[in-house]
């Protein structure tokens, strides 16, 4: 296709926030929505025929989206603000109170700005001068849109990402694989589809985001690619689908991540168990002794008193002979499945059973499903086969209603009826690289490309469904490895099958901070990493360190030598790991207050340090550090043979406690804390109130319950407030029937002052309170106004 001369739009309409543009002499549309004040969304189409009419990506401040997906052009859900507009001749300007647009008709290329309290502009972003969008196909296949750069840009988000955390210079491939074993600092792409990412400008201290409404494989390219013919640009290209973009305004990177999390929908709210130390392994299942295997991973838990709140079920439950077939039980493996559960039950622990979305050519179910055509098709109308685990199968179209009842249907049947708590939708990054693959559509058909990253975002959608319906009155838990934007409103995720090695340890954290940026909270990784050799005890013991600090903390492998990672691997660890579940167990209040405000409030629960302390620019140096919350400052040890680390402490007029040693250090330096192998560098900020779970935890008492709140006044004189959420931990009704125990404190050079309310329909199952103050601490406390006395290494209050 010939390259034209002039690309001229024009102005044609003005409707509901929507402005229309044309391409002159051709049926090119380009639309621009005006959703908030900081929000503006883009869209480029031939005419009015989109690839996609719905979106299930965009679920603004939505717990969920239908099954069919939202109508693209339902712009209900925004506020859609007063604005201003000027249509030049070559030019077109368009105004709300924080953002501007100016629009070049020629090309349709936008530059934009961002608008201070003074009305003064800023420019954030510009098009490319040359060719930004592939408006007549002579950039070739696919969509494309080119924006300037600069060497003052750092870009953040990408999701699930190698590397470092700010990917300027790099290019990456947004395609869901499974890349086992996978080098956690180069390979890419990796087993998630999320078009986002943050620009910040060094200069300016401004940031915006930019979100792809496309559900096709895409690249992205961060300023590795130059072209002397176009100046410095970087690149979003996607295979299919449609060109619709939202640019979002911080100014700060983390009200970036606030918006495109509420854009994208809430978190989900699973149960308090689900942040609780879940076994996993697939050798136990693989063995064909494996409900004896799991009989005794719960004897070693209580041996070793190992507190663990759930398992996860490898597929090998579902074997025939050496290969896997979804909702199939081996009996043989397993043969009392009920009772092998109603044992874990017993014992306080849940199960969670790996299922996929693939069935092998000889699966039983396969002709079944082949005759109603529920798999993904060709053009032909034949199952479109592909290459699954060791053998040839076929993937399950979840753009058929007819798929989902079967699925939802056999997830009830083969999972629920049997007492299984939750369902773990495992390998489903539909790899399917044939060109003509069909999807039903919901009775549209599309091709596959157009929904490539949508299959497994229905997947755990129709799981999801499922558990719901059958038990109506708890909150649903679930797992993915794939997903895309909107799979946080059903799932917690992991980082996949990492490979064991001090280099997977560091840069998990950082694979982890992308996906906490880009609006996927409740996030972990496979502590002792999956695949390749046993870890050796050090390292061990240093991945539970870390892992202790994440939402999800999962000990999972598949050992090279058949060894299975557990906490009592090695003898001479096994006391110290115990140790740091039981402190993980003891922190369970300040993490799922955490988990809770994440989906009530869009804040990330895992945050770089620059997200708190963005006016610190030593906090955008690459670092190994990350926070926890908004208190907690983890430090972990990424190196072999390490017992002190060098750790910088954001400027923060407070300063930062040492939580091991309660030892003060003033903000804005690099300092050394030890770091024996008994534990990681845990800093807390100065003015926090930390909740935690006081009881004498153990496997046989692991419900016990008792509050008790750690407090780290400032030094001289300030103020601190903390609201702790209390439920039942796992009823659905937690928006009624849910308790705010809020605490405040204030010091000065002489006292603490400290007070709390309780307020809500929650009845708490603990009768008293203990305040804990620093060791070294020497000024008196109140509580409530009253004066109080030392008891037993704490303060007592009675409620």
């Excluded at 449609?242 to 700060?252: A, F, K, M, R, T």
Aim: overall charge negative; glycine content about 8%.
């Amino acid at each position: 296709m010939s390259l034209r001369e002039n690309y001229q739009f024009q102005f044609i309409d003005e409707k509901n926030n929507t402005l229309l543009f044309q391409l002159e002499n051709s049926d090119v549309l380009a639309k621009v929505f005006v959703l908030e004040e900081d929000i503006v969304r883009v869209m480029i189409s031939k005419g009015d025929q989109l690839e996609q009419k719905n979106t299930w990506l965009v679920a603004p401040g939505m717990d969920d989206v239908p099954l069919k997906g939202r109508d693209r052009f339902d712009l209900s859900p925004y506020s859609l603000p007063q604005y201003k507009y000027q249509n030049g001749e070559s030019h077109f300007t368009l105004e709300t109170k924080k953002l501007k647009l100016q629009i070049n008709l020629d090309g349709f290329k936008v530059t934009w700005f961002s608008k201070d309290s003074n009305g003064n502009d800023h420019q954030i972003a510009a098009d490319r001068n040359t060719q930004a969008y592939n408006l007549d196909g002579s950039l070739g296949e696919g969509i494309y849109h080119y924006q300037q750069r600069t060497l003052n840009e750092q870009y953040f988000g990408l999701g699930e990402k190698s590397g470092e955390t700010d990917r300027y210079g790099k290019r990456y491939r947004m395609l869901s694989i499974d890349p086992m074993g996978y080098d956690a600092q180069h390979t890419d792409p990796l087993y998630k589809h999320i078009p986002f990412y943050i620009t910040r400008n060094k200069q300016t201290n401004i940031s915006f985001g930019i979100f792809y409404d496309n559900m096709a494989q895409s690249i992205f390219d961060m300023g590795n690619e130059m072209d002397n013919y176009h100046g410095w640009y970087r690149y979003y290209q996607s295979m299919a689908g449609d060109l619709d973009y939202y640019v979002i305004l911080g100014p700060e990177v983390k009200d970036v991540v606030k918006k495109y999390s509420w854009l994208t929908g809430k978190t989900i709210f699973g149960p308090k168990w689900s942040l609780g130390y879940s076994g996993s392994t697939m050798t136990y299942t693989d063995a064909p002794d494996a409900q004896e295997q799991l009989r005794k991973f719960i004897e070693d838990c209580e041996e070793n008193d190992i507190i663990c709140d759930s398992f996860q079920l490898s597929s090998g439950y579902t074997s025939i002979e050496d290969k896997r077939y979804v909702f199939n039980w081996n009996t043989d493996k397993f043969p009392d499945a009920k009772g092998f559960i109603n044992e874990y039950h017993e014992k306080g622990v849940r199960l969670c059973a790996n299922i996929k979305p693939a069935l092998l050519k000889d699966h039983p179910m396969f002709d079944e499903l082949k005759e109603e055509k529920m798999f993904i098709l060709n053009d032909s109308g034949e199952v479109e086969m592909a290459q699954f685990w060791d053998e040839v199968g076929a993937y399950i179209d979840f753009t058929n209603e007819e798929s989902i009842k079967w699925w939802k249907q056999k997830v009830t049947e083969q999972l629920l009826e049997y007492g299984i708590d939750s369902t773990w939708n495992d390998n489903n990054e539909f790899e399917i690289w044939s060109k003509n693959a069909i999807c039903s559509g919901f009775g549209e058909e599309t091709n596959f490309e157009n929904v490539r990253s949508l299959q497994p975002l229905l997947m755990m959608k129709a799981s999801y469904e499922a558990q719901k319906e059958f038990a109506p009155e708890i909150r649903p838990y679930l797992i993915s490895r794939s997903g895309s934007p909107g799979m946080q409103r059903y799932v917690q995720t992991w980082s996949g099958d990492n490979y064991t090695s001090w280099k997977s340890l560091k840069y998990n954290i950082k694979m982890g901070i992308g996906l906490s940026l880009s609006g996927i909270y409740n996030i972990g990784h496979d502590i002792g990493g999956f695949s390749g050799p046993a870890p050796e005890p050090e390292l061990l013991v240093r991945w539970v360190q870390n892992g202790i600090f994440h939402p999800r903390f999962t000990i999972h492998s598949w050992n090279d030598d058949k060894t299975v990672n557990v906490p009592w691997m090695y003898e001479e660890t096994t006391g110290l790991i115990r140790d740091l579940i039981k402190f993980r167990h003891r922190m369970l209040p300040y993490l799922y207050t955490a988990l809770y405000q994440s989906h009530d409030k869009y804040e990330p629960i895992l945050r770089p340090t620059f997200y708190e302390f963005e006016n610190d620019e030593k906090t955008f140096e690459e670092n190994d550090e990350f926070m926890l919350g908004e208190s907690m400052l983890v430090a972990s040890v990424v190196e072999k043979g390490q017992r002190e680390r060098a750790v910088y402490l954001p400027t923060y007029e407070g300063g930062w406690y040492d939580y091991h040693t309660s030892k003060w250090y003033e903000g804005g330096q690099t300092v050394t804390i030890p770091a024996p192998i008994e534990y990681n560098p845990l800093l807390i900020k100065a003015g926090s109130i930390i909740p935690i779970n006081d009881a004498d935890s153990s496997f046989a008492g692991k419900e016990k319950d008792e509050r008790g709140f750690l407090l780290f006044p400032h030094k001289e004189e300030g103020r601190a407030s903390y609201n702790l959420f209390e439920d039942d931990g796992i009823s659905a009704n937690y928006k009624e029937n849910h308790t705010i125990v809020s605490v405040k404190m204030e010091a000065d050079s002489e006292n603490i002052h400290v007070s709390y309310q309780i307020k809500g329909e929650y009845k708490l199952p603990y009768e008293s309170i203990t305040f804990y103050l620093l060791e070294n601490e020497q000024r008196n406390l109140y509580i409530n106004g009253q004066q109080m006395k030392d008891q037993n290494n704490g303060y007592v209050v009675n409620l």
